[in-house]
């Protein structure tokens, strides 16, 4: 309720799709009043022709595909035929209206992505002014240096500086991201993708584990393929090869859209008899692969002025409590390695090479320890501060004043 100690009243605006009409986690009881909106965006038009809500990474290899993605991802035309759509942005405009008049509403908060809920929270503060306080927050940053997933980058930069220069405070996840969006509004503060007394415990509805066996996790997506499980697959394909372990008892899951290129990697390294694909599943499934999990996989990456991407699935993993394998494809992250070095999760590697020895003792380890019976020792993860959601809020409470 950490929330509530900040503002008297909280009501959220989100969208609801006509093919999946549940919430992916439960809300907290913070939240007064959930508005749900249809979205009539790309992805509705994907489920109407391919059955699917999701494009995988192999698929956005299309050329065709590859010029629609950067349409999508573009301003002004994402609002329109983004995450959410023309109808959703307009319909959501007219309820914020609604609520700030009628509830005297002084805050708004608004995420990214979509692009169309900061282009809604732009509008409403130019409509009231001073009126209303806007934050708005990015888990990602809207032109990314290595996605070349945009049209016109001089353009986009000039467009979401002259929107962001409106925001009254700028949040994102990592000091890495504060450095970029430094260049559309100087008043950015970090506010960490965090823990919450609220995620979902599941016992898996779709998905059961083989708790004879050693498992290896990953939940998520490969990032337009700039994460690289490639370390972890050839160390596994040596200890295997060796009879350092034994096949029979290991299992790597995937969970998420981009199995086909899992798929293709299992098969490179000749991997494909110790995987399975759960495919996509909802979070609280996803959290309990994550849960009972012998290792948890992270996958990310970090370039020579690009680095601090720590991904959504980190503070879930923390959540689960079990060793975490982070792998990072590119240059050395001090800040993920601090991070690291605080509250011990497991192991950072990086996609090189020299690291195979160190990623094989890690493995090595935990499966021997976990054959012996003395599983129990590993699962000591020190939660930091900064990685729970209420210390979270105290921060944004101390930064409103």
């Known amino acids: 309720m950490e929330a509530n ?81 023309f109808i959703y942005t307009l319909c959501a405009l007219i309820t914020s209206v609604r609520l700030i008049i009628t509830h005297n509403i002084n805050y708004i908060y608004s995420s990214f992505s979509p692009a169309s809920d900061h282009a809604i929270a732009w509008l409403l503060k130019i409509i009231f002014r001073k009126k209303v306080f806007w934050i708005a927050d990015f888990r990602d940053l809207p032109v990314d240096p290595l996605f070349n997933n945009y049209l016109f980058p001089a353009l986009q930069h000039k467009l979401w500086k002259r929107m962001l220069s409106n925001a009254d405070l700028v949040t994102t996840v990592s000091y890495g991201l504060k450095r970029f969006l430094q260049n559309y509004n100087q008043n950015v503060i970090i506010i960490r993708n965090a823990i919450s007394r609220y995620m979902p415990v599941s016992n898996g509805r779709f998905v059961k584990m083989d708790e004879s066996k050693f498992t290896i996790a990953y939940t998520g997506s490969m990032h337009g393929r700039h994460s690289d499980p490639s370390l972890l697959l050839q160390t596994l394909q040596y200890l295997i090869h060796n009879r350092l372990i034994d096949s029979t008892k290991v299992e790597l899951i995937y969970a998420g859209k981009d199995g086909n290129v899992w798929n293709k990697l299992m098969k490179q390294f000749n991997l494909l008899d110790i995987f399975t694909n759960k495919g996509i599943l909802p979070l609280d499934d996803a959290i309990y692969i994550q849960r009972h999990a012998n290792i948890n996989l992270m996958l990310t990456f970090a370039k020579e002025n690009y680095k601090g991407v720590i991904t959504g699935k980190f503070p879930e993993y923390l959540y689960a409590g079990k060793p975490i394998m982070a792998i990072i494809n590119g240059n050395k992250d001090t800040e993920l390695e601090s991070i690291f070095n605080k509250c011990n999760p497991g192991i950072i590697l990086y996609n090189e090479e020299s690291y195979t020895t160190k990623c094989a003792d890690f493995i090595l380890t935990l499966y021997n320890d976990w054959i012996e019976g003395k599983w129990e020792k590993h699962l000591k993860t020190k939660l930091i501060k900064e990685f729970l959601w209420e210390e979270n809020i105290r921060k944004l409470n101390r930064r409103l004043g």
């Open 5 to 85: 100690r900040i503002f008297d009243e909280i009501h959220v605006i989100s969208s609801k799709s006509l093919f999946a009409t549940k919430l992916d986690h439960p809300l907290s009881p913070d939240v007064n009043s959930l508005h749900r909106i249809y979205a009539f965006d790309y992805r509705w038009i994907l489920q109407l022709s391919a059955k699917r809500f999701h494009l995988g990474e192999d698929m956005k290899e299309n050329t065709l595909t590859l010029y629609m993605q950067k349409l999508i991802h573009s301003l002004p035309l994402n609002i329109f035929i983004g995450e959410g759509g």
